[in-house]
């Protein structure tokens, strides 16, 4: 192949310069200005069958050249493909695909063998990702049923059961290496073998929005759900059951409260994996996981706060303990379904948040500083001050969400500039009024994480308010009310950014940082902060200003004023059912901060005069001006 080859290659390139082969032939014909050629008129290959191969000018048979049989059929399959190009490029592609597929099917069958005599060898490039993958120890390490163990614990975490005692059975045929292939041909078997080891299924269950049949954390992925997911982030918060509705809902709780119903009518596929069931409408498949004694369940510290006036309505169970401690007081408010643990000493009392017991106003926590009967390292309150934690139950008063049933009467935009929060913002009110929201755009991540509004058109009428980052008059102009949410500009810039090059809640790497992405980024984006905000509040009608700071310091006051302006009568318990949902599914975790300040002195001077362009603005109309931690930086 290596002596026809590059003559191929080479002729096509000539041919393609001159307009037929023999004029290509004849203009490289020795001149007096021309360049020295070869005997043969264009090159001198090597031999491979040994010796010199002479290779005739182009045109001219190649048979001519005395070459060894094997170079004759060579010569007149090059011929062959000459004529046809495309059919050499055909035997290519068939090739590789036909190589492909013996790859695949020799992986998934497990056909990789090793000799019989052959060590198996634990070291070499790759060994430690193969013992990761396969849940292998390191050599000298490996115990009878280790493997299937340790691949489980780093899957799923302590929380097991530990597996069979029995001895895994080698496979036939000496297959005693092939780490890779195993794992391929048998990952289907272990999922399931998986599946049965940390949840068991329990049956169908009827379920609706207003009582939920579990009434813990919940979430949504309406593209990727899969049975492992949604059982692994109710096991990691120390439910009991988790259960699967409509393809792609999460529902968690530590007790069923519904009806047990035929399993035909769970009869939807899952979003993420199409050969499992994941309930139906209205319908959950419900798993009880098998959790170990010792897993525990986190919960909140809410702040040390006033015995209630009406206890018994304000924190309706309630329980004496003698060894009094935290884990006590949560694990028992968690079993009765209740988002609050309040400790009184020797009592523990559970609830909600509501009118009585607001959690708004913190005392002193030396107040509560009295120590536990059972452990002596702890704060269990007083009769008269009350320890409060925020267990892992969630609070379902607030999570219903649907369609406006009739048209809206006024487009209402949730205006910001990028990485203001407007995501956080929609959650909010999603969340308080019970609607769903929309969007000027459409963003395929946002719909499965639970924005149900984001596939209908802006205009539909459906939703309750729509998000929008445009700036333009005639766009501002089509909205007859605006919540405008103002964020500093040296976070939301950095918010945006980490968006960007992250997704909505990963992060930018370093070399994006560093680069000339962001220098970049600041240029373009920067004016564009001010600019999108002298706009709303010039062509706007009826906006209401939100600054991001107030309301992450104060939710509650500053979402009763945005529900205002949307026409909804909200009742205050369910804006206190939002204080203890108030994170949702694309809060960035802090925990990830730069450690060198991305802004050079030019961009803070720059910035600066756009944040007094903006406090002015504000002021002109009467406005508190923008927060004082905008000032300095």
């Known amino acids: 192949m290596g002596l026809w080859l590059p003559l191929w290659h080479r002729e096509r390139r000539l041919i393609h310069w001159s307009p037929t082969a023999e004029t290509a032939a004849s203009e490289l014909s020795p001149s007096p200005t021309s360049p020295p050629h070869s005997p043969c008129g264009f090159n001198q290959l090597a031999d491979p069958f040994g010796g010199a191969s002479c290779v005739s000018r182009i045109g001219a048979s190649l048979a001519e050249c005395d070459a060894p049989g094997m170079a004759r059929f060579l010569v007149k399959f090059q011929r062959y493909l000459r004529r046809k190009p495309i059919r050499f490029f055909t035997l290519i592609v068939l090739y590789l695909t036909a190589g492909s597929l013996v790859f695949l099917h020799a992986g998934f069958t497990g056909e990789t063998r090793v000799l019989e005599n052959a060590p198996v060898t634990h070291g070499g ?18 115990s009878k049923g280790t493997t299937e163990y340790l691949a489980m614990a780093r899957r799923y975490g302590t929380w097991f059961k530990s597996p069979s005692k029995e001895a895994p059975v080698r496979s036939k045929g000496g297959d005693y ?66 259960g699967l509705e409509f393809g792609a809902e999460c529902y968690c709780g530590h007790k069923i409260q519904s009806a047990n119903t035929s399993d035909t009518e769970c009869n939807m596929e899952c979003t993420g994996e199409k050969s499992n069931i994941c309930g139906g409408p209205n319908r959950l498949s419900i798993y009880r996981l098998e959790l170990a004694q010792e897993s525990a369940r986190s919960a909140i510290f809410r702040g040390c706060f006033r015995r209630p006036d009406n206890l018994s309505s304000a924190l309706p169970a309630s329980r004496a303990m003698k060894n009094m401690s935290v884990d006590r007081c949560v694990d028992f408010c968690t079993g009765k379904e209740y988002p609050l643990a309040a400790l009184a000493g020797t009592s523990c009392h559970c609830g909600f948040p509501t009118t009585l017991f607001t959690l708004h106003e913190r005392e002193d926590e030396q107040l509560c500083a009295e120590k536990c009967s059972g452990e002596e390292f702890e704060s269990c309150g007083t009769a008269k001050y009350f320890i409060v934690y925020q267990t892992q139950v969630q609070d379902n008063r607030c999570m219903d969400r649907k369609f406006l049933t009739s048209r809206a009467k006024q487009m209402v935009a949730l205006a910001s500039f990028p990485g203001a929060g407007n995501t956080w913002g929609r959650h909010l009110i999603e969340l308080a009024t019970g609607f769903y929201t929309g969007s000027f755009y459409f963003d395929g991540s946002l719909y499965n994480k639970g924005f149900k509004g984001e596939r209908d058109h802006w205009r539909s009428g459906r ?52 680069g000339k992405e962001w220098p970049e980024f600041v240029k373009n984006y920067a004016p564009w902060w001010v600019t999108h905000t002298l706009d709303w509040l010039k062509f706007g009608k009826c906006v209401l200003v939100v600054h991001f700071e107030d309301l992450k310091r104060d939710l509650f006051v500053q979402l009763k004023r945005m529900v205002s302006l949307l026409g909804i009568a909200v009742l205050e318990d369910r804006l206190l059912c939002v204080e203890g949902q108030k994170d949702g599914n694309f ?35 009467n406005l508190t001006g923008v927060p004082e931690d905008y000032f300095p930086r």
């Not at 450690?595 to 002109?620: C, N």
Request: hydrophobic letters at 30%.
């Open 125 to 142: 490039p790759g060994a430690g990702a193969e013992r990761q993958d396969s849940g292998m120890l390191p050599p000298g390490k490996e």
């Open 177 to 242: 290496g092939g780490t890779w292939s195993r794992a391929l041909k048998g990952r289907h078997v272990r999922e399931k073998e998986k599946e049965e080891d940390r949840a068991k299924y329990v049956g169908c269950y009827v379920d609706n929005t207003r009582q939920r049949a579990l009434r813990g954390m919940s979430f949504f992925d309406y593209k990727k759900m899969t049975l492992f997911r949604c059982q692994d982030n109710c096991a990691e918060r120390g439910y009991l059951y988790a």
């Open 463 to 514: 939703t309750i308010c729509i998000k929008t980052h445009e700036s333009g008059r005639e766009e501002i102009e089509a909205f007859d009310a605006a919540i405008l949410l103002i964020r500093n500009p040296y976070k939301a810039l950095m918010a945006e950014f980490n968006r960007k090059y992250g997704g909505h809640i990963g992060f930018a790497s370093h070399a994006h940082w560093k």
């Open 587 to 621: 809060k960035r975790s802090g925990l990830r901060k730069l450690e060198f300040d991305p802004y050079t002195p030019e961009m803070r001077t720059t910035i600066s005069g756009y944040i007094k362009t903006v406090d002015a603005a504000l002021k002109l109309r």
